[in-house]
């Protein structure tokens, strides 16, 4: 299947090709961007990490949570074990839903959670994230099955 652009011809069936790859570098890229933040102190989100996780020393948690994540960034952007890296990933960012149980006033506008914060919504993008990593996965597995 083609479109035509102007003059140009676009063959999408290379979007196939590209994609997937393009898609896993740009997770490993905002992976490894946020991790950097936490690991030197400038994130704008630690705040809402030691929300969720009140119970684990701020001063330890952030930073080591940066360093998880900037290794699952680098796994993502070499490509190396593909499946696992992937699984942890999509657990990941599943588990900053934390918040939402943890300090709702941080994420939701008199507790209602169709009024989210602007906190709110930076985890509720996590929900595209994680289907984009299970996206990937089944990628992989058919790869790997076909």
């Known amino acids: ?12 069936r290379h979007l196939d ?4 790859p393009a ?9 490894v961007w946020f991790g950097v933040l936490k690991v030197t102190g400038d994130s ?12 684990v020393d701020q001063g330890f948690l952030v930073p080591a ?3 998880f994540e900037v290794a699952l960034g680098v796994a993502l952007l070499i490509g190396r074990l593909p499946r696992l890296t992937l699984v942890v990933v999509a657990a ?6 934390l918040v939402f149980v943890q300090a709702p006033a941080l994420v939701m506008t008199g507790g209602n959670p169709l009024l989210l914060t602007t ?9 595209v994230l994680i289907c984009a990593a299970l996206v990937l996965l089944g990628r992989v597995e058919e790869r790997r099955t076909g």
């Open 17 to 20: 090709r590209v994609a997937p």
């Open 65 to 67: 949570l940066g360093w």
């Open 119 to 127: 906190n709110g919504e930076f985890v509720l993008k996590n929900v």
């Open 23 to 31: 898609l896993r570098i740009s997770i490993g890229v905002v992976f």
């Open 1 to 12: 299947m083609t479109a035509r652009l102007g003059e140009r011809t676009i063959p999408w």
């Open 44 to 55: 704008p989100v630690a705040h809402l990490v030691g929300a969720a996780v009140p119970w």
């Open 92 to 97: 990941h960012l599943a588990g900053t839903f």
